[in-house]
């Protein structure tokens, strides 16, 4: 279960630091260059989730060794 908590918090963390540019960048300087790096911080973001939610996921199933 550790390496879906530290998914979580590398989310949570890339989602403290981009939350002022993401409401910046939406108000006030809105142009390609800027989308586009908030297009892909909002890809980082979802992937680190989807990956944190299939490490939970995966967490709960038995591991099984063929001898």
Known sequence: MLAPVCLIVAALNLVNSRINGVA???TFENNA???????????????????AVLAVFKAFFDVKKEA
């Open 33 to 51: 260059q800027n989308m586009a790096d908030l297009q892909s911080a909002i890809i980082a973001i979802a992937a680190l989730i989807a990956a």
């Open 24 to 26: 910046a960048i939406m």
